[in-house]
């Protein structure tokens, strides 16, 4: 049986059927997705965007590496997100800004599972790791700094969501605790949000 990193957990039921990347005309259509992901592993990498209904893997995350880490060239990401993270460049509207912002999240959280250094199999150091190149990855995506500043906050949002979930239910058990067993903490306490990023929530720096 393969070994997956479960990435970001679902934070909702993904939309119904969508219409996948590839019905774009011409050229690789992930060829974007896989040269951001490829920027961040520092070797390259190839995005594999699928539905649940074809990977039921998607039921519950929203992407995935298999293990061991070191040997992977891909990362698995739910359709929904990847349409998202693909839509940034353009700013799309036909895509939510949600499911922008969760698309680039998760391509970058996941790269960094590819990654090669040291903590790649630790949720924890992967998911901050992400989170200290938010504004990074939208840039590769090539969002527009309006677009940076729309989709920042969201985007912080999903990762104080996914980190404390997991932690409350890392110490909190019981009946959720035996749902979720084996879930990883996303929780990293040294994790600080970066200055850069204090205009974004409307706070001023400490
Ligand atoms: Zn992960």
Known sequence: MRGIIAAVVLLAASAGAVVGIAASSGGNPNARLDQVASSFANHPIRVRCRTSAVDPTFESAWGYVNTP??????????????????????????????????????????????????????????ECRAFLHYDVVLLRLGASPEVVSRLMPLMIIIHYRLTTRTEWLSHHGGILGGLFGGTPSYYRPTCGMPDRYYPYTGRRQP
């Open 69 to 126: 880490v070191d040997q992977q060239t891909e990362a698995f990401i739910q359709q929904a997100a990847c349409l998202g993270a693909a839509a940034i460049a353009d700013d799309d509207p036909a895509q939510s800004d949600f499911m922008k912002a969760i698309g680039a999240a998760v391509l970058v959280h996941e790269s960094f599972h590819l990654s090669r250094q040291p903590g790649v199999n630790s949720e924890s150091i992967t």
